[in-house]
């Protein structure tokens, strides 16, 4: 698929990640790829999978640096502030609203009940995504050695996140680097 | 006071925004460790209810931060917290992809991102166990968690559906 002569303005990539942020449960990349590439043609496949690539190397929300990554390409400081603006802004005023509900109401008996039970099937959508995760990326021992520190440093040790990647990191990359080239 | 604990949410949530590989939900152990263990700001089972209305709601995965600063110090805290979640990690990603060409393909790199996948899913499974353990208060609840995993892994049903069985299992009576 070919991409749009026209680069987008601030204005469009704000409506566009608007559409984005609102689109998505759970995740929000697949609706990113969808706008991205498919109907307003800004990225091609290649493009996209290259950015999200990019966004998964870096630390923080992955959509988050897609927004800015994406922005910052066409329009600059502007376009980034704009993309970010945009896929931020209506989800924050959701989960706000959602906030002062739960806080209003979430003591009344019946809806405290509600939410044990969503709470339980939530904990299973991140179980979910855990077994996902480590039947795609765990293909050799070695790995199942650091996730299974890993897990055993936050999960049960209660460590510091820091404390556990200024361990396990290095580690983990120095295997790595034997294997690729 | 307030202004403490604003400045307490934007320095932690500064700092996990750039270690927080793989992005927001391997790094909630985090989150539940700084607001529930560290500060006392809120219990366990309230920060895995929390998560769960950001489940609920549409958007990316990362506003369970702004709901966590709602709780902690209402609407400047959920402002303040997301704020500074996504502030240090974009600037860097915006310092950092206009480099990308140059570095994309050097052997540092594909080290540095296949050496973190592993981590990422073992804080992933601690994310997994930490959250279910905050959630499940009896058999019947940890029965749902497995059955929502379960059929999340083997199957394409939409995950909204799930939220919603579970929300009625729980009005029910039966978690």
Not at chain 1, 41 to 62: I, K
Not at chain 1, 98 to 105: H, P, V
Not at chain 2, 17 to 25: D, E, N, P, R, T
């Amino acid at each position: 698929m070919n991409r749009s002569t026209q680069p987008p303005t601030p204005r469009a990539l704000f409506t566009g990640f608007l559409g984005i942020g609102v689109s998505g449960f759970g995740g929000v990349m697949p609706w990113a790829r969808r706008l991205l590439v498919e109907e307003r043609r800004w990225l091609t496949a290649d493009e996209f999978t290259d950015v999200v690539s990019l966004c998964q190397f870096l630390p923080g929300p992955n959509i988050v640096n897609v927004a800015v990554a994406v922005g910052a390409r066409f329009v600059g400081a502007r376009g980034a502030l704009a993309a970010l603006a945009g896929l931020m802004i209506a989800p924050f005023a959701i989960v706000i609203v959602l906030g002062a509900l739960y806080t209003t109401y979430g003591h009344l008996p019946d809806v405290a009940a509600a939410f044990r039970g969503i709470a339980s099937a939530a904990a299973g959508l991140v179980v979910a995504m855990a077994v996902k995760m480590a039947r795609a990326g765990i293909t050799r021992w070695t790995a199942v050695i650091v996730a299974a520190a890993a897990f055993a440093g936050i999960g049960l040790l209660r460590l510091p996140l820091f404390t556990v990647l200024a361990v396990l990191a290095p580690v983990s990359v120095l295997l790595a680097w034997r294997r690729v080239r | 006071m307030t202004d403490g604990v604003l400045g307490q949410l934007a320095a932690d949530f500064a700092l996990l925004s750039l270690i927080a590989v793989g992005g927001a939900v391997p790094v909630l152990p985090e989150m539940q460790r700084m607001v529930v263990d560290n500060h006392g700001w809120m219990s366990a089972s309230t920060f895995a209810s929390l998560f769960a209305l950001a489940q609920a709601a549409p958007g990316p995965n990362v506003l369970v931060v702004s709901l966590i600063g709602w709780q902690v110090a209402g609407l400047a805290g959920a402002a303040v917290a997301t704020v500074a979640m996504i502030t240090p990690s974009s600037l860097l990603t915006y310092a950092v992809a206009a480099a990308w060409e140059r570095f994309r393909d050097a052997r540092w790199r594909k080290a540095i991102q296949r050496g973190l996948a592993p981590v990422t899913i073992g804080l992933m499974a601690g994310a997994a166990y930490l959250l279910t353990r905050a959630a499940d208060q009896n058999l019947a609840a940890y029965a749902l968690t497995a059955f929502v995993a379960f059929v999340v892994v083997l199957t394409r049903v939409h995950p909204l559906w799930l939220i919603a069985f579970g929300a009625l299992l729980g009005f029910g009576g039966v978690v």
